[in-house]
């Protein structure tokens, strides 16, 4: 029997029905290209916390942090876990490379224990910069790195695990001297802080936003002089005594 000759054409359609009818998978054909698509699920992808996702299409402004002049105290408690590092200097602008070793301290110090790391702050207001000794004008400058403005007595990490209140306290601690600026340990169900102030011991928020301070009367009646006490009527005594 004389070999049968097969063109180019005949080939690539027999090729063509080979894998048409293959019982393996398309994806472990050579002759194929494995999909990139992603397939359905239910969980969010895990966005990066240190950049944003929109990159530095455009330069962003220095910007001031937030001031809650209203009397806010958003973001001051822990909400998601059992403890929490709060700034408690003054609002500062943390570089994203800053914030992933504070960061990276707290898993090294925990490393081996049952706990859950949230971040409360997010990396994204671009820095641009120019060189060194470069004259002014010419623009803004190129970009740097991303930086999150931290405001003053925002909680910037959050611990939830099966771990003990010291050895959390330790790496909070850790994470603190790896940041710049000042931190204080909080635990969940600690009072809210305005600016400063910590809203507790009968300190509340329609006081805080009075445009002056409530006094006791004994505080009062110490403020006014001795040489006008015997100036003044009973009446006014008793008022200001009153609260």
Known sequence: MKPRLVDSLQLCSIRGSILHHSPFPTSLSPFTRPSTSR??????QASNWLAPK???TQKNRKGRCRVP???STRGT???WGDWGIRMRDHDRRISSQQLATGAEAIKKRL???RYRLYTRVAANTGVYTSGNEVRMGKGKGSFDYWAARVAVSQIVFEIKGDCHEQVVRDAMRLAGNKMPGLYEFVKKGDPPVMGLTKVEAGVTL???KRPRIKLPAD???KRIPASTLGNLPAASLSAAASP
């Open 39 to 44: 397939t359905f699920t239910t969980t969010p």
């Open 54 to 56: 929109r990159g530095h």
């Open 69 to 71: 002049t209203g009397g």
């Open 77 to 79: 408690t822990v909400v």
């Open 111 to 113: 490393r081996g224990e």
């Open 206 to 208: 329609s006081d805080m």
């Open 219 to 221: 505080v009062k009646a």
